[in-house]
T-cell receptor, first 115, second 113 residues
Framework: DTGVSQNPRHKITKRGQNVTFRCDPI?????LYWYRQTLGQGPEFLTY????????KSRLLSDRFSAERPKGSFSTLEIQRTEQGDSAMYLC?????????????FGNGTRLTVT | AQTVTQSQPEMSVQEAETVTLSCTYD???????LFWYKQPPSRQMILVIR??????QNATENRFSVNFQKAAKSFSLKISDSQLGDAAMYFC??????????FGKGTLLTVNP
């Protein structure tokens, strides 16, 4: 169990640019989640996958946001035409299905700063 | 939709003392899970303790224990013998039939030496 890995740790970009983040879940976990966390707030749900299928998207996820999980392994979160309001910590988490459902394991996050 | 409320934005405790963090939630479901996560500054979110709603017995993990009151929809976290390393943001979270965690806004815990 190497944990959930997120890259990059930090990203600074100019408004209007596109950015892409990557998340590698714990290998046997089939559920993968993306959350957004702003300073002093709790994480807010963005979207989640079960294997390669994206099962739910939050209303927070505007058309500029897209997430993929090809082959049910790693996931990417892309933000197009970034805005200053997109500045936040983007957290990835994974879990496995089964009896009792496992708790979510979180990565270290990607901190995005849009200037 | 489920909501989670943490009414204490900040709490402080003296080292070796006991502190209780409050959490209430709203749901119409009968089967769900509740969690407390700890997030140290600039560090990873870590699971502290978990409670299944169908279990009446309160969960305990070493110095951490919960007081789960299902009828009152209350889920408080007690930290005994507080240590400097316990200083962090603590989040209460609900997990139900929609397979996702809903978090409260968090309580910032300071531990004074």
């Amino acid at each position: 169990d190497t944990g959930v890995s997120q890259n990059p740790r930090h990203k600074i970009t100019k408004r209007g640019q596109n950015v892409t983040f990557r998340c590698d879940p714990i290998s046997e976990h089939n559920r993968l989640y993306w959350y957004r966390q702003t300073l002093g707030q709790g994480p807010e749900f963005l979207t989640y996958f079960q294997n390669e299928a994206q099962l739910e998207k939050s209303r927070l996820l505007s058309d500029r946001f897209s997430a993929e999980r090809p082959k049910g392994s790693f996931s990417t979160l892309e933000i197009q035409r970034t805005e200053q309001g997109d500045s936040a910590m983007y957290l990835c988490a994974s879990s496995s299905t089964g009896v009792g459902d496992s708790p979510l394991h979180f990565g270290n996050g990607t901190r995005l700063t849009v200037t | 939709a489920q909501t989670v409320t943490q009414s204490q934005p900040e709490m402080s405790v003296q080292e070796a003392e006991t502190v209780t963090l409050s959490c209430t939630y709203d749901t119409s479901e009968s089967d769900y899970y509740l969690f407390w996560y700890k997030q140290p500054p600039s560090r990873q979110m870590i699971l502290v303790i978990r409670q299944e709603a169908y279990k009446q017995q309160n969960a305990t993990e070493n110095r951490f224990s919960v007081n789960f009151q299902k009828a009152a929809k209350s889920f408080s976290l007690k930290i005994s013998d507080s240590q400097l390393g316990d200083a962090a943001m603590y989040f209460c979270a609900y997990y139900g039939s929609n397979y996702k965690l809903t978090f409260g806004k968090g309580t910032l815990l300071t531990v004074n030496p």
